[in-house]
Nanobody
Framework: QVQLVESGGGLVQAGGPLRLSCAAS????????MGWFRQAPGKEREFVAS????????AYADSVKGRFTTSRDNAENTVTLQMNGLKPEDTAVYYC?????????????????WGRGTQVTVSS
């Protein structure tokens, strides 16, 4: 089994950057698609970004396209989410997730393994 642990969350002013990391441990030899999701209070968990197992393909939600970038280092078993130009509406708990399927899927229900999340708060 794979375990995921997110880090890097915190409080940032609007317009600022923040970098999230997701460390994978356990059976990390599988070809996993990695995704980022977020959930704000009172809202559904929503897709943010995903990256293929070799990093060759990425997908982003329209709301973050051009501001967020995801990447991965399979040698280090880490995935990162670089967030620039943050807005107050980006405030949420951010989750890292793994999908055993090779396609880039945007539905949270498609992802089998989840981290516990890290809080991101953007002040105006």
């Amino acid at each position: 089994q794979v375990q995921l642990v997110e880090s890097g969350g915190g409080l940032v002013q609007a317009g600022g950057p923040l970098r999230l990391s997701c460390a994978a441990s356990g059976r990390t030899g599988s070809r996993l698609v990695m995704g980022w999701f977020r959930q704000a209070p009172g809202k559904e968990r929503e897709f943010v970004a995903s990256i293929s197992w070799n990093g060759g393909r990425t997908a982003y939600a329209d709301s973050v396209k051009g501001r967020f970038t995801t990447s991965r280092d399979n040698a280090e078993n880490t995935v990162t989410l670089q967030m620039n130009g943050l807005k107050p509406e980006d405030t949420a708990v951010y989750y890292c997730a793994a999908d055993l399927d090779l396609t880039l899927r945007t539905s949270a229900s498609a992802y089998e393994i989840w981290g516990r999340g890290t809080q991101v708060t953007v002040s105006s």
